[in-house]
């Protein structure tokens, strides 16, 4: 713990992730943090005080909300200038994340001093870690509007996406959130509720999105807590013989008449970057009608 602590210099902002709902998820490094800093920059005093309790750690709290971050910054930086740790924490999870954050880092970094990630737990990770999709590409939008007009309007920009997206949803708006994701999207876009993630009634639910409302609307407590909602990559659209590209069905009616047809099927796709079983499929019809 010593040479953890040892790692804090002075002089910098530490943006400090806490834990999402269970304690334990706190990491040491955190805990170095904590006991390293002059001044601990906190969403809601009350919970960073708490977290700290619990872990026997004293300290000045300071109060920095979305609605006070630009007139905190001033301060910030000068107990920067004057040498003092800081760290920054919001009530769970990553400061500058779907919480305050942005703006005081912004104005360390303006003022030419340092701001250093301690990393630690993260709702959209946890719930994409354990979700069983393909994560190499998501994409994270945090919260979606609130007013349903502007939701569908932005839920419709994920109509083809070959991407999972992760969103935050209050609890009180989780069920009409899901019922427009299956108008919009479609009654059977495969969706993630990931709910209350580490805490004693952590729930998952992998559903359908008609299903999911269904199940949301007759279960009051899939409206309670903590709501990370994935909604996973849209089917890939098929492609027919009739839809392929005219130059693309000409060059493989050209290289199967000399070459064998999953090869020739395997150039096309490639040159054109079109499925190569359906070209596979088309290039068979054609040696039949030869």
């Not at 769970?92 to 990630?117: E, F």
């Not at 393909?134 to 309007?153: E, I, M, N």
């Not at 992998?206 to 909602?229: K, M, T, W, Y």
Request: hydrophobic fraction near 50%.
């Amino acid at each position: 713990m010593n040479s953890a602590q040892e790692t804090f210099v002075n002089g910098s902002l530490y943006v400090l992730a806490t834990p999402i709902g269970n304690l334990a998820d706190v990491t040491l490094r955190a805990i170095a943090g904590f006991h390293a800093a002059d001044i601990v920059l906190a969403e809601d005093t009350r919970v960073t005080g708490s977290l700290l309790a619990a872990y026997g750690i004293s300290k000045k709290l300071v109060s920095l909300r979305e609605h006070n971050e630009r007139e905190m910054a001033a301060s910030v930086i000068r107990w920067l200038q004057e040498g003092k740790i800081v760290v920054q924490v919001s009530d769970a999870g990553t400061p500058g994340i779907s919480d305050p954050g942005a703006r005081l880092a912004q104005a360390v970094w303006a003022a030419g001093l340092r701001v250093v990630p301690v990393a630690g737990a993260s709702a959209v990770i946890a719930a994409l870690s354990a979700s069983g999709l393909d994560t190499a590409r998501f994409l994270f939008h945090g919260f979606l509007p609130p007013k349903r007009g502007q939701r569908c309007k932005t839920l419709q920009q994920w109509q083809d996406a070959d991407y999972a997206v992760v969103c935050y949803e209050a609890p009180h708006r989780i069920l009409e959130c899901v019922e427009d994701v299956a108008a919009t999207l479609g009654a059977e876009r495969p969706l993630i509720l990931a709910r209350e993630l580490t805490k004693t009634f952590e729930t998952f639910l992998r559903l359908p999105a008609a299903e999911l409302a269904e199940r949301i609307r007759s279960d009051s407590n899939q409206q309670r807590g903590e709501c990370v909602l994935i909604i996973d990559a849209a089917a890939p659209v098929a492609q027919t013989a009739d839809s392929l590209p005219a130059p693309a069905l000409a060059l493989l009616a050209e290289l199967a008449a000399v070459l064998p047809t999953k090869q020739a099927a395997a150039i096309v796709a490639t040159h054109y970057d079109l499925n190569k079983k359906q070209l596979y499929e088309r290039a068979l019809q054609l040696k039949v009608a030869d």
